[in-house]
């Protein structure tokens, strides 16, 4: 096995299979943030003058004809080749000769993984928010469209107030806008950049970190090179309570619209495409979409879980234990891009019932109502109460007054406008456009300057 770090030594068979497990095929996905980090890295080295001008021109050339690859889907990672690192160098060594092995100047794997994880977690914060931010939207757009379809609200799972469309639906809205400051958090926290932090205890080469901090687009540098250390497996942790939060916000959506479509409640459908039918009973009509979303989630609100116990008890430095993390990071983030996607293709072709309240098994939702009609003719609360509780109980209770709710977030006054400018603001405190334009600049192809 083609490994950086093999001195000659044969390294026992099974051990081997054992340790590097399944990290050829995950590390796939970090490709193209390893050769980014390693042009930045490249020109780092040049502009210190540890690499002539002319070998920082041919490795940089070398890694963008491997970055093509990449974006064509023709990358490949080798049989016998350990990791993405090896990968890449074992590629510019074949192709470039001796100056391909100068491209781990000054760079240990360990500060070179951490720098590859923080740029794939940071592009995969940015893509999980931008959707997070477009389901929001599209809850706040389909609270005001059936914003005056009224349905009852629910406490104990016992049918409590009267509740609409647009305000179930847009309290997702508003939910999912403040998970986005989660979000927020890991954003910032994987946003510091590790790269010449080495092994964790910094290089006797005279490297600028600041330079390649800039050159990445990072808004900070972790300057301590043993706290860059230590940000492996905390950076996935605060990834991990991000993901949590959104996905119980999402779960408790599944959760409604499953019941919600049951026949018992008939408040919304979902179209005959979108659901699955039984071997046996032709009338049947299961949700399985949702409750696979359902699934998703919950098993998504178990990762800071997973995360803490593959993390706890490990003193200070790097431990082989933090390999395991991708084999729950990956799955978990493509499970939240999956169900964020299948909530946008099924919330828009939801269908809503608009007459949910005349079936009479809803007319004690209005007690409240008829309480509140009671105190502003002067009638103490506690009278009102007691006195529209005996209606109840001797079955005379009818309400025939308005709904008057006008203050802000009742069914009279949503305010989606409001919780449209709270999404934004947390929005706009994503630096996205900067690291973009760091990302396209080191995509181009252009001669390095010594």
Same mark, same amino acid.
């Given at each position: 096995?083609?490994?950086?770090?093999?001195?000659?030594?044969?390294?026992?068979?099974?051990?081997?299979?054992?340790?590097?497990?399944?990290?050829?095929?995950?590390?796939?996905?970090?490709?193209?943030?390893?050769?980014?980090?390693?042009?930045?890295?490249?020109?780092?080295?040049?502009?210190?003058?540890?690499?002539?001008?002319?070998?920082?021109?041919?490795?940089?050339?070398?890694?963008?004809?491997?970055?093509?690859?990449?974006?064509?889907?023709?990358?490949?990672?080798?049989?016998?080749?350990?990791?993405?690192?090896?990968?890449?160098?074992?590629?510019?060594?074949?192709?470039?000769?001796?100056?391909?092995?100068?491209?781990?100047?000054?760079?240990? *794997?360990?500060?070179?993984? %951490?720098?590859? !994880?923080? $740029?794939?977690?940071? #592009?995969?914060? =940015?893509? /999980?928010? *931008?959707?997070?931010?477009? %389901?929001?939207? !599209?809850? $706040?757009?389909?609270? #005001?469209?059936? =914003?005056? /379809?009224?349905?009852?609200?629910?406490?104990?799972?016992?049918?409590?107030?009267?509740?609409?469309?647009?305000?179930?639906?847009?309290?997702?809205?508003?939910?999912?806008?403040?998970?986005?400051?989660?979000?927020?958090?890991?954003?910032?926290?994987?946003?510091?950049?590790?790269?010449?932090?080495?092994?964790?205890?910094?290089?006797?080469?005279?490297?600028?970190?600041?330079?390649?901090?800039?050159?990445?687009?990072?808004?900070?540098?972790?300057?301590?090179?043993?706290?860059?250390?230590?940000?492996?497996?905390?950076?996935?942790?605060?990834?991990?309570?991000?993901?949590?939060?959104?996905?119980?916000?999402?779960?408790?959506?599944?959760?409604?619209?499953?019941?919600?479509?049951?026949?018992?409640?008939?408040?919304?459908?979902?179209?005959?495409?979108?659901?699955?039918?039984?071997?046996?009973?032709?009338?049947?009509?299961?949700?399985?979409?949702?409750?696979?979303?359902?699934?998703?989630?919950?098993?998504?609100?178990?990762?800071?879980?997973?995360?803490?116990?593959?993390?706890?008890?490990?003193?200070?430095?790097?431990?082989?234990?933090?390999?395991?993390?991708?084999?729950?990071?990956?799955?978990?983030?493509?499970?939240?891009?999956?169900?964020?996607?299948?909530?946008?293709?099924?919330?828009?072709?939801?269908?809503?019932?608009?007459?949910?309240?005349?079936?009479?098994?809803?007319?004690?939702?209005?007690?409240?109502?008829?309480?509140?009609?009671?105190?502003?003719?002067?009638?103490?609360?506690?009278?009102?109460?007691?006195?529209?509780?005996?209606?109840?109980?001797?079955?005379?209770?009818?309400?025939?007054?308005?709904?008057?709710?006008?203050?802000?977030?009742?069914?009279?006054?949503?305010?989606?406008?409001?919780?449209?400018?709270?999404?934004?603001?947390?929005?706009?405190?994503?630096?996205?456009?900067?690291?973009?334009?760091?990302?396209?600049?080191?995509?181009?192809?252009?001669?390095?300057?010594?």
């Amino acid at each position: 096995m083609n490994k950086l770090w093999k001195k000659g030594d044969t390294l026992d068979q099974r051990i081997e299979a054992f340790t590097t497990g399944n990290d050829p095929q995950l590390d796939v996905a970090l490709a193209r943030w390893d050769v980014l980090g390693s042009i930045a890295h490249v020109r780092m080295l040049a502009h210190v003058g540890l690499l002539p001008p002319e070998e920082a021109q041919q490795l940089e050339s070398g890694l963008h004809q491997i970055r093509e690859e990449i974006a064509q889907g023709t990358f490949r990672m080798e049989e016998g080749v350990e990791d993405i690192h090896s990968q890449v160098e074992l590629l510019l060594t074949r192709r470039l000769g001796a100056v391909g092995k100068k491209l781990h100047t000054g760079r240990s *794997r360990n500060d070179q993984v %951490l720098l590859d !994880l923080r $740029l794939f977690f940071r #592009d995969q914060i =940015a893509r /999980v928010v *931008r959707k997070v931010a477009a %389901l929001s939207r !599209l809850l $706040l757009s389909l609270a #005001d469209r059936y =914003a005056e /379809v009224w349905m009852p609200g629910y406490t104990h799972t016992q049918v409590a107030m009267v509740s609409s469309v647009g305000l179930w639906l847009s309290a997702f809205g508003e939910s999912l806008s403040e998970d986005l400051y989660q979000w927020l958090s890991a954003w910032h926290v994987t946003n510091h950049n590790p790269l010449g932090s080495a092994a964790g205890y910094g290089s006797s080469f005279p490297l600028d970190r600041q330079f390649t901090t800039r050159l990445l687009g990072f808004e900070d540098l972790a300057w301590n090179a043993m706290h860059a250390q230590m940000g492996r497996g905390k950076s996935e942790l605060v990834v991990s309570f991000a993901m949590s939060a959104t996905a119980a916000t999402l779960n408790k959506l599944a959760s409604d619209i499953i019941l919600f479509s049951n026949a018992n409640f008939g408040f919304v459908r979902l179209p005959d495409a979108f659901t699955t039918g039984s071997s046996i009973m032709p009338h049947k009509k299961n949700p399985d979409v949702l409750e696979l979303v359902r699934a998703h989630t919950n098993r998504l609100q178990s990762l800071p879980a997973q995360i803490s116990m593959l993390t706890t008890n490990l003193v200070s430095g790097y431990h082989r234990d933090f390999q395991l993390l991708k084999e729950v990071l990956w799955p978990a983030f493509e499970a939240m891009h999956a169900v964020l996607d299948m909530y946008r293709h099924v919330l828009p072709q939801m269908e809503v019932r608009r007459d949910i309240l005349d079936a009479p098994h809803y007319d004690l939702l209005f007690t409240v109502e008829a309480v509140n009609e009671l105190v502003k003719q002067g009638i103490p609360f506690r009278d009102a109460y007691h006195e529209i509780g005996r209606q109840v109980a001797e079955g005379r209770f009818q309400f025939a007054g308005r709904l008057k709710h006008t203050h802000e977030g009742s069914i009279g006054n949503l305010c989606l406008d409001q919780i449209a400018r709270k999404l934004q603001r947390v929005l706009d405190e994503f630096a996205f456009a900067s690291v973009d334009r760091a990302i396209r600049a080191l995509e181009q192809a252009e001669p390095t300057s010594g």
